[in-house]
């Protein structure tokens, strides 16, 4: 939008039988680029040619395609996807910094969009606030009250909604609740290098720490920050509740040290330490010896990577693969996050 340029909003808006992604899967298409994925193939490659259609024709709103997977694009996973498609150009700025803000904060929000209306318009509402306009004062009324029936109850994900205020609508109801996937990574060495790698394709924001700056690569993935500290073991009271910790430092010391804070704290998702059982043994005992529970520390997934997929390769990217697996296992077993906050001192 700050170039000057229009795109395409292309989500997953219902599903029918097996595709491949689910309701919510979104991605951006611009003339020249793309970001995220509606489930690749056949679907993808139909959607990226539509939506590029209508940025080359400057066709306006939002207009949605059925897909049958199977008798259309010959895909073998045979369901019925829906997208929607919805134009975004500079008047979107109205409404895309407010669902931008909420993004970062963690807060719920809903983004509607009247199918089929002209021209293009949408509404990001929030439970105290809302931008942008569907076109006339009472449908926006209407559908404020609507999202926020939605998000004050559990819906998640996109919705066709067949809607009447003063004049016949549908509308596409997307409740977005923002699920951060906050992950600190201790130690710069082999291992801790290929999982920020691994981690470099997956939704998480990273913060990768150790006190030996000249081990840290030339360049990151995009949602890794770099920490350099004398005492990375103090960045545990400064991770967000409901982060997820792998330890996987250079020094059993400094292992030790950022276990202890680590579980000191009962608001953290996950706690992992690279070693073995013998490993682990050893620093249960200096924990329960130092007045720390036995309870507490069976929170501590070591050896690490044991529950996420069965390799027994001790390769640094094996490691890294079987540690973001076991990330991944514990994500989708906890509840839904709540908004971060950040944990004080």
């Not at 009324?141 to 109850?153: E, F, I, P």
């Not at 050896?303 to 996420?308: E, L, R």
């Not at 490691?319 to 509840?335: D, F, G, M, Q, S």
Request: hydrophobic share 50%.
């Amino acid at each position: 939008m700050a170039a000057g340029e229009a795109a395409v909003l292309v989500v997953v808006a219902t599903v029918q039988g097996s595709a491949p992604r689910e309701t919510g899967a979104a991605m951006v298409v611009t003339a020249n680029a793309c970001t995220g994925s509606v489930g690749g193939g056949h679907l993808e490659f139909e959607a990226l040619r539509v939506a590029r259609e209508a940025l080359g024709h400057e066709t306006t709103g939002t207009w949605t395609v059925r897909f049958p997977l199977a008798a259309r694009l010959g895909q073998c996973c045979g369901g019925v996807a829906t997208l929607a498609f919805s134009r975004i150009d500079h008047g979107a700025r109205a409404w895309l910094d407010a669902a931008v803000a909420c993004e970062r904060t963690g807060a719920p929000f809903a983004l509607l969009s009247s199918v089929g209306a002209t021209p293009g318009t949408q509404l990001v509402v929030t439970a105290d606030d809302a931008r942008g306009t569907l076109g006339s004062a009472d449908l926006d009324s209407a559908a404020v009250a609507l999202a926020r029936t939605r998000l004050a109850g559990a819906a998640q994900g996109p919705a066709l909604v067949p809607f009447a205020a003063g004049e016949r609508a549908t509308l596409l109801v997307h409740v977005e609740r923002p699920d951060p996937f906050p992950v600190l990574v201790f130690g710069n060495g082999h291992v801790g290098r290929a999982l920020v790698q691994v981690l470099g394709v997956l939704p998480a924001q990273v913060r990768w720490i150790d006190s030996r700056a000249g081990d840290f690569p030339a360049s990151v993935p995009a949602n890794a920050e770099v920490v350099i500290t004398d005492a990375p073991e103090d960045e545990i009271a400064h991770a967000p509740s409901g982060a997820y910790v792998v330890v996987t430092t250079h020094s059993h010391a400094l292992d030790y040290a950022v276990v202890e804070n680590a579980l000191a704290r009962d608001d953290l998702r996950y706690v992992g330490l690279i070693g073995s059982k013998s490993k682990r043994a050893q620093f249960e005992r200096r924990y329960v010896a130092r007045d720390g529970s036995a309870e507490k520390f069976a929170r501590l997934h070591c050896p690490i990577g044991a529950q996420g997929v069965a390799i027994r390769a001790k390769h640094p990217g094996a490691i890294a693969v079987a540690i973001a697996a076991e990330l991944i296992v514990a994500r989708e077993a906890a509840p839904r996050a709540p908004a971060l906050r950040v944990a004080s001192h």
